[in-house]
């Protein structure tokens, strides 16, 4: 039960073997592999490191006395199958393939021999990795990076070199450098996934140009970013639109928004370019934690000032202000023209012990969140010493400094001092607050992150069968589109209001159906041809009479004959027409994306909505706090509340509707597309006039059953739910009882003081080290985790506690913990146990164990595994009762390795 990365052999061995032609001959060697041998003998790498030539180093029995942790090979590609096939031999359990111009077939051949072998593959076409603490220079980027505390992943070689090359000058350093190219069998999930693990790693940008699987890439960054601040930059960030759109959403949200509504989801930040790159990595460079929105400038010039103040308006933050107590102790101690009104600005006149004032003045107040420290060179003034002054301030700064020197060749020196105090430093204003809305923003995205919602709310249980059936019926007739009747008959059963609208298939029906219902009513045709009805006049609103509905019918059937001859008509369908009270028109959505699949999209509704073009979007499954951060991103958001003359709308309803949304997406994997437009808000609840809803054509193949929601794999969604079907409620020995239930992000702090309390020996049965504690890094791993790759069940505990004045309160407490992940074969996982030492020999432990078992087992896994320390009895004792195969561990004779074949 180690907690070891299982690519710790790739990105931190402790032997290496060089496969890369004969090094003494560079003439018949390629070009990467002189740039790689050049790159790893320019230091002296910490482990063992050996250079091999295939074509005449020893034979089979030689190399299999040689072992290795990883194998670097870099060959002509006729040669790498062969290469590989020796790393194999060799006993290599990595190997890292450095090459270019691989085609997609080679690749294939070598990820088959990397398989069948055991090795886990980086490459081919990768320009290698670099990992400075290490001294190990694999790659053919160039020199090797300052070590440091920044990790780099990137799709592309030719930008990886460029970053490095920035760096150099810049005086940031690097955890790890690590390039994947076109066709690489590692990608970029499993270097997030590895680089989430690591302690030398604060801080992760990725370059990335395509991803191969959504579902891993979305659960690698959520654990990255839950652990660490990523910043990703995405290239081909124009979309050419979705031509194949059959509803308005669809037709107006680029795969590029998407990826926006991905990365906040997954709590990393995006950068729009290379500049904003190297912006946010100065910053993560200088280990700067994610904080709120409010900067405070402090500046000896107006001007530079109040434009960094215009450019915080501009991107959402706000200007951090000294409250009135900050600001009276404060100005006495300033030049006379220094104003403290909004900028703290500290006048022309002002010197480095100015700057130090406002500085420490900044850094204590409460409204503040971070510092730009921007200087101007006067006549007279002395740049070197006031960046001196700014790097001994940012020594005990409780909170995020940047700088901004402007000018050019006066302030070099200065620039120099601040970039050597890792004080991120920048030519503009501009930069310098862009640089700080990024902190801001990951910021904000983490809370996003650390919501983890059911598939099913707790409103109302929907009809799912019903919605069902509907579905298989119109899939039956060989049909995608729902009409509005039948789009509407889904909302309703999943309890969203609806205008009550029937079908009339002749003019007479439809007087009759109008007049039961009363006037004024609306018609619309009813075809399952035409998808926008008011372009072919097939809508006629506020009809006030019986002969008026009459006449309006064949009008409207004629016409629509006559604008669309092909068009099958079934009739026209009657509606109330909607309360005509002050309602807001809302459209919410549904899309599908390639690959990320379901996104819900929230904006202005009705008529104008192409051209407003408000999308809000969130990917499902949604809370009521997603829901609301949700409706606040959208622009109609602002005419929400009291607004014209208006009463405020019922946002508990609007809310609710999009819950509701949101467990049809969980519900129904054949949806692909879907319109409720409009959707009228009021303050009185909100209704669904019309809508509109698309299906998956690849729903035919399988019967109209994607995936059932029973099995709760959810395999259409990215994120996958909160699952909520297996908490249960078990009695305890002895009286009592405790809630069995999943893991989630805001259970950190419990299972910091379930570690805390642990007796040293218990807590090295499980850690195998003398942690006192689980680091930050460590307890993100642990409590916010993708339910689809691995579960974590806690064993939840109410306390009563009486304080001194007699007040009885509960509090929660976790007294257990079982956990799987699921191995890297996707067939077997492996498993870690922890129980409070005060429930140890209580049965605790076994019933914990059979119910990750048995979540494994619905899951389709077929073995269970860990390793437990060959002195610790009790747990192998509970493994043997548990039916567990205890057999010897080779790699290590402390401990042993215990099977279950589930």
Known sequence: MMDKHYLTSLFSPGSVIVLAGDPDAPEAQTPQARALCEAIKAQRFTGQLQFFDIHTSGTLADLAQTRADLAIIAQPAHDLPAALEV??????????????????????????????????????????????????????????ARDGSLALVCQSGALTASILDWAANNAVGFSSVISLGPHTDLGLSEALDFLANDARTQSIVVYMEGIQDARRFMSAVRSAAFAKPVVVLKAGRKPAGNQAALTHSGAIVGSDDVFDAVLRRAGAVRVRSFVELFSAAKCLASRYRPVGRRLAVVTNGGGPGVLAADWENEIGLDLGRLTPQSCAALAPKLPAQASLADLIDVSEEAGPEHFTLALNAAFSDPQVDGVLAIFSPKPGGDPDAIATALAEAKRLAPKPLLSCCMGDASVAQARKILREAQIPTFRTPEAAVGAFGNIASFYQNQQLLQQTPPSLTTLVKP?????????????AERRNVLTEMESKTLLAAFHIPVTKTLLARNAHEAMMIATQLGFPVALKIHSPDIAHKSDVGGVALNVQNGAAVRDAYNDMVQRVARLQPDARIDGVTVQKMARARRGREICIGLVSDDPFGPVITFGAGGTMIELINDRAMELPPLNQFLARSLIDRSRVAETLGEWRGASAVDMQALEQVLLRVSEMVCALPQLREMDINPLIVDEQGAVAVDARI?????????????????????????IHPYPARYEQVWPLRGGGECLVRPIRPDDAQMVQRLVKELSPESRYFRFVSQIAELPPTMLSRFTLIDYDREMALVALLREREV???????????????????????????????????????KGLGSRLMHSIMEVARDRGLAEIQGLVLANNPTMLKLMRRLGFEVRAFDEDPDFRLVVHQL
């Open 87 to 144: 790393a194999g031999r060799m006993n290599c359990r990595s190997a890292l393939v450095l090459s270019n111009g691989v085609d997609a077939a080679l690749a294939e051949q070598l990820r088959k021999i990397a398989r069948r072998e055991g090795m886990h593959l980086l490459g081919p076409n990768s320009l290698g990795m670099q990992r400075p603490y290490l001294q190990l220079n694999a790659s053919a980027a160039g020199p090797m």
């Open 463 to 475: 009809d799912i069968e019903g919605a069902r059936l509907v579905i298989e019926s119109v899939l």
């Open 694 to 718: 698309a299906l998956h054509e690849a729903a035919h193949a399988s019967g109209g059953r994607v995936e059932s929601t029973g099995s709760g794999h959810f395999s259409h969604l990215s």
């Open 803 to 841: 304080d001194e004045e007699g007040e009885v309160s509960h509090k929660e407490r976790i007294i257990g913990v079982s956990r799987y992940v699921t191995n890297p074969d996707h067939t077997s996982c492996e498993f870690a146990l922890l129980v409070a030492d005060d429930f140890a020999g």
